[in-house]
């Protein structure tokens, strides 16, 4: 199985300030039809995780511009331009590229 | 708009089984395959397998193959997860997530099932 490695797994950002998760994977997430299968979740406290990015960088539907992804084979980033109040929570990356898909340990992002 | 709703709360003896529902509207039923995960505590989300509904066939993890079971009724747009032979450590939230190219994009709102003697 793939090992999924992100790092910090705890981040505490001051409203209005940048924040950034890494994930790296053990092998790479570039599948043969081009793509690459890797995807960020958030859960906040309480609910099921929400869907913030697939293959990368492209933001699901409604979600924030302030959130982007980028990276390549087995690097990937979580970037929030500035963070608000509301995208406390848990950040996960996971792919698909394979079976069976594998998570993130998880990243906790708090409010300063 | 898309929604999965999964049956209630579950607590059973080491040993027994369970079976989680979960009831997808608001889209085509056959044009997506949905995936079961679990969530224990201080263990992260785990991918038990996806089942097609179109067809009906499934593809399980390997380390639930021997356990799990995944099946669908068109007739109520639901799909089923069986887990047997429950253990200790199988005590987890359980959620159903719809597949295609927005991979997970929708979940259901999860099922607690709690494994004890």
């Known amino acids: 199985d793939i090992v999924m490695t992100q790092t910090p797994l705890s981040l505490s950002v001051t409203p209005g300030q940048p924040a950034s998760i890494s994930c790296k994977s053990s092998?790479?997430?570039?599948?043969?039809?081009?793509?690459?299968?890797l995807f960020w979740y958030l859960q906040k406290s309480g609910q099921s995780p929400q869907l913030l990015l697939y293959?990368?960088?492209k933001r699901f539907s409604g979600v924030p511009e302030r959130f982007s992804g980028s990276g390549s084979g087995t690097d990937f980033t979580l970037r929030i331009s500035r963070v608000e109040a509301e995208d406390v929570g848990l950040y996960f990356c996971?792919?698909?590229?394979?079976?069976?898909?594998?998570f993130g340990q998880g990243t906790k992002l708090e409010i300063k | 708009q898309v929604h999965l709703e999964q049956s209630g709360a579950e607590m059973r003896r080491p040993g027994a089984s369970v079976r989680i529902s979960c009831r997808a509207s608001?889209?085509?039923?056959?044009?997506?395959?949905i995936h079961w995960l679990r969530q224990a505590p201080g263990r992260g989300f785990e991918w038990l397998g996806g089942?097609?509904?179109?067809?009906?066939?499934?593809g399980i993890a390997p380390k639930f193959k021997d356990r799990v079971t995944m099946a669908r009724d068109m007739s109520t747009t639901t799909v089923f997860v069986e887990l047997r032979s429950l253990r200790s450590d199988d005590t987890a939230v359980y959620y159903c997530?719809?597949?295609?190219?927005?991979?997970?994009?929708?979940w259901g709102q999860g099922t607690r099932v709690i494994v004890s003697s």
């Open positions: 996971m792919h698909s590229v394979q079976v069976p898909p594998t």
């Open positions: 089942i097609n509904p179109n067809y009906g066939n499934s």
């Open positions: 092998q790479s997430l570039l599948h043969t039809d081009g793509k690459t299968y």
């Open positions: 608001g889209y085509l039923f056959t044009t997506y395959k």
């Open positions: 997530a719809r597949g295609g190219e927005e991979f997970l994009g929708h």
């Open positions: 293959e990368i960088s």
